[in-house]
């Protein structure tokens, strides 16, 4: 199995920053995609920023268009970790925040053999930007 599991989140002044981190554990040897994602109350969960790539793939990045400019999104794969550090923070961003990873592999052989966990979902972490 493979969790994923957040941190980062608290409150913070409008202008602010914060820096999430996600982390997978278990069965994992790469994650193709890891990405974060939003909700907040009364709204239906949107994408914030996804990051693809791993191993000797070249990366890419995606943002949502709210969030470029202040926003980055990063990873490290030797770790299976992703970061979003969250700059000029507006009261707007208060959602809890979700990290997901897509096509999971769990070893060297599944990944040649192209046979990957479709996706994972944290529990999420409550980011609220207020005065």
């Known amino acids: 199995q493979v969790q994923l599991v957040e941190s980062g989140g608290g409150l913070v002044q409008p202008g602010g920053s914060l820096r999430l981190s996600c982390s997978a554990s278990?069965?994992?040897?790469?994650?193709?995609?890891m990405g974060w994602y939003r909700q907040a109350p009364g709204k239906q969960r949107e994408l914030v920023a996804t990051t693809t790539g791993g191993g000797s793939t070249s990366g890419s990045t995606d943002y949502a268009d709210s969030v470029k400019g202040r926003f980055t999104i990063s990873r490290d794969n030797a770790k299976n970790t992703v970061y979003l550090q969250m700059n000029s923070l507006k009261p707007e961003d208060t959602a809890v925040y979700y990290c997901?990873?897509?096509?999971?592999?769990?070893?060297?052989?599944?990944?040649?053999?192209?046979?990957?966990?479709?996706?994972?979902w944290g529990q999420g972490t409550l980011v609220t930007v207020s005065s």
């Open positions: 278990g069965s994992v040897f790469s994650i193709r995609t």
């Open positions: 997901k990873a897509d096509r999971i592999f769990a070893t060297l052989a599944d990944y040649h053999t192209n046979r990957y966990l479709v996706e994972v």
